[in-house]
């Protein structure tokens, strides 16, 4: 009605709201499995060694440390030159045909959440209004392209009873091609690994099956790459899918590939949001540089620039040969930690095989534990779930572990 007394109210976010309730909780054995932060084994986010060695060097760099002015609307060149690198010649060695063929725009943005916002953006303004997500989805995922401009929103089978449904999945999107005579292309956001909550991810073959048939639909891949190297542990192995989407021999991209890429979790840079949003144009140097340009025009229409700091810590890292081993080993060291955790679990529950966390990849274990079950365990012994019931594995440890899995037993009674 254009008036602010008639604005209504939006809904809380799910998973943040969770943690305002746990911080009141007075109970000693709270226990936290909410947020995807990483933890380690004593119940707190630490800097990674390889992160915290770069942000010394960067603080004894007078020149580098000093400069508070505006980097540029793309982010800033140094970042470009090693994220590029690091995804598509080390992480995608295929991908330096596309570069000598100048057909990948890039920008430097606020971590993934920002990379989603800006290829959204653009595509609404240029080329689609339909999106696809996987049913379930990071919830986030449907907020940001309806903010940005997106009239459908569409889920496409996932999950079925504790399984990955393929089957199902290509059929729902067999069926929305039959019906429908929208000249705009339809994009579909993909979880490049470690899916968002399930924790189930389709195997190379499967992923196969999946890509033709999105290829054979015409429809426009966004790759939401926020885990890579949280899965195996090796930042190169969890890049699979984008190695698999890049084959030319196999597919043509008429109307680009998106690649949503984060460096929170990998290199633990959460709140300096370090990412970026690629975009893979399928003809020569020019489809890019109009692609660049609105890009450009986008980014600066939304935040002007993105910040610094966190940037020129990845540069260190990605950059410094030492410390970029170093890197590596931090996260395959996070990705043992998460994988101890589940062998853990799967010790002290008696899931079925279905349920076995140890076939769930990443940060999450999907419980399949209903809201009510999530309720009782957040009301009888103030564990803190996600509602659908992810819990966020690095926040049990060697204290909490016999307490959080007690909890869950007693729920199977
Ligand atoms: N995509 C997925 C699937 C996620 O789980 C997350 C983080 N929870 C993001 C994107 C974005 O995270 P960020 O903006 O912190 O990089």
């Given at each position: 009605s254009g008036r602010i007394n008639s604005i209504p109210m939006a809904p809380p976010d799910k998973i943040l709201g969770l943690t305002e309730q746990f911080n009141a909780d007075?109970?000693?054995?709270k226990t936290n499995l909410t947020v995807g932060i990483y933890k380690d084994n004593w119940g707190q986010v630490t800097t990674m060694p390889s992160v915290a060695r770069a942000q010394a060097m960067l603080d004894q760099s007078f020149e580098m440390n000093t400069d508070l002015s505006y980097l540029p609307i793309k982010g800033c060149p140094d970042f470009r030159e090693n994220v590029l690198r690091f995804l598509?010649?080390?992480?995608?060695?295929?991908g330096v045909e596309l570069l000598n063929q100048e057909r990948i725009s890039f920008v430097q943005t606020l971590s993934g959440t920002g990379a989603l916002a800006v290829a959204s953006k653009f595509l609404s303004l240029f080329m689609s209004h339909t999106v696809w997500f996987p049913?379930?989805?990071?919830?986030?995922h449907a907020n940001v392209f309806q903010i940005n401009g997106f009239k459908n929103i569409n889920h496409y089978t996932y999950y079925k009873d504790g399984q990955l449904d393929v089957d199902g999945w290509i059929s729902d999107l067999e069926k929305a091609a039959k019906s429908t005579n929208d000249s705009f292309p339809p994009c579909i956001v993909l979880h490049?690994?470690?899916?968002?909550?399930?924790g189930l991810d389709p195997t190379l073959e499967q992923w196969k099956r999946i890509m033709d048939k999105i290829h054979e639909l015409k429809m426009i891949p966004i790759i939401d790459m926020?885990?890579?190297?949280?899965?195996?542990?090796?930042v190169y192995k969890d890049a699979y899918l984008l190695r698999l989407s890049l084959d030319e021999s196999r597919y043509q991209w008429s109307n680009g590939l998106f690649l949503c890429q984060s460096f929170a979790k990998n290199m633990g840079l959460y709140g300096e949001r370090v990412g970026s949003l690629s975009v893979v144009t399928s003809r020569g140097a020019e489809e890019k540089r109009s692609v660049d340009s609105q890009l450009k025009k986008i980014v600066r229409g939304m935040y002007s620039s993105p910040p610094g700091y966190g940037s020129r810590v990845a540069n260190i890292v990605l950059s410094n040969p030492h410390l970029k081993n170093l890197w590596f080993q931090d996260v395959e060291n996070i990705a043992k930690r998460l994988q101890s955790v589940k062998a853990k679990m799967a010790e002290r529950l008696n899931w079925d095989s279905l349920q076995d966390p140890t076939r769930q990849h990443g940060m999450f274990l999907y419980t399949g534990l209903n809201a009510s079950e999530v309720n009782t365990l957040r009301e009888d012994s103030s564990i803190y779930l996600v509602q659908d019931g992810r819990l966020s594995l690095s926040g049990l440890n060697d204290s909490n572990i016999d307490y959080v899995c007690d909890a869950l037993r007693k729920l199977e009674k």
């Amino acid at each position: 009605s254009g008036r602010i007394n008639s604005i209504p109210m939006a809904p809380p976010d799910k998973i943040l709201g969770l943690t305002e309730q746990f911080n009141a909780d007075k109970n000693d054995n709270k226990t936290n499995l909410t947020v995807g932060i990483y933890k380690d084994n004593w119940g707190q986010v630490t800097t990674m060694p390889s992160v915290a060695r770069a942000q010394a060097m960067l603080d004894q760099s007078f020149e580098m440390n000093t400069d508070l002015s505006y980097l540029p609307i793309k982010g800033c060149p140094d970042f470009r030159e090693n994220v590029l690198r690091f995804l598509y010649r080390e992480s995608c060695p295929q991908g330096v045909e596309l570069l000598n063929q100048e057909r990948i725009s890039f920008v430097q943005t606020l971590s993934g959440t920002g990379a989603l916002a800006v290829a959204s953006k653009f595509l609404s303004l240029f080329m689609s209004h339909t999106v696809w997500f996987p049913n379930p989805s990071w919830p986030n995922h449907a907020n940001v392209f309806q903010i940005n401009g997106f009239k459908n929103i569409n889920h496409y089978t996932y999950y079925k009873d504790g399984q990955l449904d393929v089957d199902g999945w290509i059929s729902d999107l067999e069926k929305a091609a039959k019906s429908t005579n929208d000249s705009f292309p339809p994009c579909i956001v993909l979880h490049a690994c470690c899916h968002n909550p399930t924790g189930l991810d389709p195997t190379l073959e499967q992923w196969k099956r999946i890509m033709d048939k999105i290829h054979e639909l015409k429809m426009i891949p966004i790759i939401d790459m926020a885990y890579q190297g949280l899965d195996t542990g090796d930042v190169y192995k969890d890049a699979y899918l984008l190695r698999l989407s890049l084959d030319e021999s196999r597919y043509q991209w008429s109307n680009g590939l998106f690649l949503c890429q984060s460096f929170a979790k990998n290199m633990g840079l959460y709140g300096e949001r370090v990412g970026s949003l690629s975009v893979v144009t399928s003809r020569g140097a020019e489809e890019k540089r109009s692609v660049d340009s609105q890009l450009k025009k986008i980014v600066r229409g939304m935040y002007s620039s993105p910040p610094g700091y966190g940037s020129r810590v990845a540069n260190i890292v990605l950059s410094n040969p030492h410390l970029k081993n170093l890197w590596f080993q931090d996260v395959e060291n996070i990705a043992k930690r998460l994988q101890s955790v589940k062998a853990k679990m799967a010790e002290r529950l008696n899931w079925d095989s279905l349920q076995d966390p140890t076939r769930q990849h990443g940060m999450f274990l999907y419980t399949g534990l209903n809201a009510s079950e999530v309720n009782t365990l957040r009301e009888d012994s103030s564990i803190y779930l996600v509602q659908d019931g992810r819990l966020s594995l690095s926040g049990l440890n060697d204290s909490n572990i016999d307490y959080v899995c007690d909890a869950l037993r007693k729920l199977e009674k």
